[in-house]
């Protein structure tokens, strides 16, 4: 095969409604890599909610926008498939900022090699994006102690899943908010949470207060919704509020007003907003703290997985309807 595909961002979401509008894919020749550089096969890619903020045109954010016409940012993981480059050989395994492409030439840059034993998917499910950002927001912000009330939004999410683990191995009590009786079941009775609340159908204060006796200590928020305002009004004094991600609001034309602040007063909460990009640099000490829980197999995963690159658009849409179940990702 001479030729490959990439998929560039033409236009912006402006109604946060994401489609084949937004999209235009071109055949390209595979190129070779120059001096110090190596070509890289995509075998995986990741979908995640953050794509759509990267679509956007507010240049405020903690990333500048991808560019019209630019190859749209994601990351993945891939075979180098030819090498001019000391440090990289062909075959090697390497995860990195790969884009929306089937092949694509790096100088090396950003990227590092699978360790043994590290498949793809667990690479992108638990080691990429996922378990770097639960293990910062968690310990970083969260601040857990053994025997304390951890509750955390979009429970069976990719990072939700985590950010629940971690806390489980370390002796707290986990609730998890999900959007369905399947994901429930999966995160109490495969990943070990304490209790499991389904935000479309529960009696959402009843639940709360019933998994909660001792109130809540961490609230891990990815997801933001009407369940947000029980969370908040259930945290105890010195509660340590994250907040990772608003996907309800996403696509909304009027976001949810938030809590009032006065408990935040009355009860000293701490509340803190992160995004991984501040973070980078902490990368080889979070997979310190990560990796041992892994090995420990403390840290389950699941992957919702579509073939083709042409359907990227597709399982994005999935993902902010709740349809997947489990990382979502694309195989090349």
Known sequence: MSSYKEILLVNRPEDGKIGPHLFETKERTIPEPGDGEILIKQTYMSLDPAMLGWMSEDRESYIPPVELGEVMRSSGVGEVVASNHSDFAVGDKVMGMTGWTEYLVSDGSGFNKLQDGVTEEMALCVFALPGLTATTGLYNFGKPKEGETLVVTG??????????????????????????????????????????????????????????????????????????????????????????????????????????????????????????????????????????????????????????????????????????????????
């Open 155 to 332: 429970a069976a999410g990719s990072v939700g899943s985590i950010v629940g683990q971690l806390a489980k191995a370390d002796g707290l009590r986990v609730i998890g908010v999900v959007g369905s009786d399947e994901k429930a079941d999966w995160i109490v009775n495969e990943l070990g949470f304490d209790g499991a609340i389904n935000y479309k159908t529960d009696d959402l204060e009843a639940k709360l207060t019933e998994l909660t006796p001792d109130k809540i200590d961490v609230f891990f928020e990815n997801t933001g919704g009407p369940i947000q305002h029980h969370i908040f009004n259930r945290m105890n004094t010195h509660g340590r509020i994250v907040v990772c991600g608003m996907i309800a609001d996403y696509q909304s034309d009027s976001p949810a007003p938030g809590p009032n602040w006065i408990p935040l007063i009355k009860k000293r909460i701490t509340m803190r907003g992160f995004a991984m990009p501040d973070h980078w640099g902490e990368v080889p000490q979070l997979l310190e703290k990560l990796t041992p829980y892994v090995k420990q197999g403390k840290i389950n995963y699941r992957a919702h997985t579509i073939e083709g690159l042409s359907n990227a658009q597709k399982g994005l849409n999935m993902l902010f309807e709740g349809q997947n179940k489990g990382k979502m990702l694309v195989k090349l």
